[in-house]
Structures are given as structure tokens and as C-alpha cells.
């Protein structure tokens, strides 16, 4: 069974910086493309961020651009996600997201991140 | 970037009776030399994490029960849920995973009539 437990989460003032992380087991995790998806409070699904197998190829949302960056250690089955210069707007629970190739077969429980002063 | 728009926004179903949710692409997300739709559907529930149910447009998860079917291709998509049960309460999402950034839909929810 793959499970996926992210931590990291926090209330954290405009401007301010997080990281995110998320531990993966049950699966081949060099193996696996991984997501970060948010879901703002009472909105729908936004996806964030993915990472390839081996860490070279990165795509973003253009709103988190320049702001969070996302990497993961092989070695120790872990995803990451700095955010940076963080908005109202990043207040979201977070989850991380594994799959073969761009499809999201397994989620983790999420963790959630307030933005506010 | 590729919009995906759903519709209805919301339905409420009784037991037993059939729930159809749409979604569109802006761009055709079928990929002719493989007849492969790049299209995902999800269901969540309040508390949980999304689940996936369907994916290349048509193919269900290991474990979803036979009763969601996706359909459709290139920029139509369709998710019908054949025999509401109770527990299929929840706001259904398409999402594209033809390009970056993947995108989802707006969400549905289903609700019992």
C-alpha cells in the first residue's frame, strides 16, 4: 500500500517562508513522478508543482513561479517544497501526489498552510 | 494553458438514478497516434484526500466499482455514475495531464435528491 505523509505545514505571515515535506513508502519512489496539488479553503483542486524521477525536470502554476521550488531526495523516498515570499492567496491544505508518469494515482492526507498576520 | 470547464456545477441525484457530469478542454487532449485521452477524474470527499477514479478518459482505477464510467474524446468528456449509492456523495474533478501546467476542472457536486 503506498502511503504518503506530508509535514511542514504552519500558519506563517505574508512574506514569509515554509517547507514542506513529504515521505513516501510502498512504492518505487525513484520510479515515480510526483505533485503537489493545494486546495484553497472552499475552492476546488489546484495543482501545484511536479518533479521527474531523477529531479531534473520541474513544472510549476505560473502563480508560484520564482516563489516555490520543488525537490526531492531519492535516497530518502522524500518529496519537498520551499515556499517562499508566501500570499494570502498560498493559504491551501497541501497534499503530495504520486503516479505513473503525470497521472495522480496516490495522495497523501495533506497538510495545511495559513498565510495570514 | 489548457482550461477544463465542468458542468453542472452541482446536481442532487436520488438513490439508484443516473448522475452525468461534462467536461471540456480548450485544447484537444487526445494524442492520435496512441487514441489516448490525457484526462483524469477524481472524486473527494470532506476530511479525505481526492481519489482516483478514472484514467486515460476511459479506465476505471483498481477497485473502482464498475457503476462510474468515463467516455468521451479529444474535447468532450463525460463521467456518469450508472446507480447513485450513497456513498458516491462527493465533488467529482477532471483534470488534464496532456501539458503543464495540469489543470483541473471546477468540481461537481453530487448530492442525493
Known amino acids: 500500500e503506498v502511503q504518503l505523509a506530508e509535514s511542514g505545514g504552519d500558519l506563517v505571515q505574508p512574506g514569509g517562508s515554509l517547507r514542506l515535506s513529504c515521505i513516501a513508502s510502498g512504492l518505487t519512489f525513484s520510479n515515480n513522478w510526483m505533485q503537489w496539488v493545494r486546495q484553497a479553503p472552499g475552492k476546488g483542486l489546484e495543482w501545484v508543482a511536479n518533479?521527474?524521477?531523477?529531479?531534473?525536470?520541474?513544472n510549476y502554476v505560473d502563480s508560484v513561479k520564482g516563489r516555490f521550488t520543488i525537490s526531492r531526495d531519492n535516497a530518502k523516498n522524500s518529496l519537498f517544497l520551499q515556499m517562499n515570499s508566501l500570499r494570502g492567496e498560498d493559504t491551501a491544505v497541501y497534499y503530495c501526489?504520486?503516479?505513473?508518469?503525470?497521472?495522480?494515482?496516490?495522495w497523501g492526507q495533506g497538510t495545511r498552510v495559513t498565510v495570514s498576520s | 494553458d489548457i482550461v477544463m470547464t465542468q458542468s453542472p456545477d452541482s446536481l442532487a441525484v436520488s438513490l439508484g438514478e443516473r448522475a452525468t457530469i461534462n467536461c471540456e478542454s480548450s485544447?484537444?487532449?487526445?494524442?492520435?497516434?496512441?487514441?489516448?485521452?490525457?484526462l483524469a477524474w477524481f472524486q473527494h470527499k470532506p476530511g479525505q484526500p481526492p481519489k482516483l477514479l478514472i484514467s486515460?478518459?476511459?479506465t476505471r482505477a483498481s477497485g473502482v466499482p464498475d457503476r462510474f464510467r468515463g467516455s468521451g474524446s479529444g474535447t468532450h468528456f463525460t463521467l456518469t455514475i450508472a446507480s447513485l449509492q450513497a456513498e458516491d456523495v462527493a465533488v467529482y474533478y477532471c483534470q488534464q495531464y496532456w501539458s503543464a501546467p495540469l489543470t483541473f476542472g471546477g468540481g461537481t457536486k453530487v448530492e442525493i435528491k
Open positions: 486515460w478518459a476511459s
Open positions: 485544447q484537444n487532449i487526445l494524442k492520435s497516434s496512441s487514441n489516448q485521452n490525457y
Open positions: 518533479i521527474g524521477q531523477d529531479g531534473s525536470q520541474k
Open positions: 501526489a504520486a503516479g505513473s508518469g503525470w497521472i495522480i494515482d496516490d
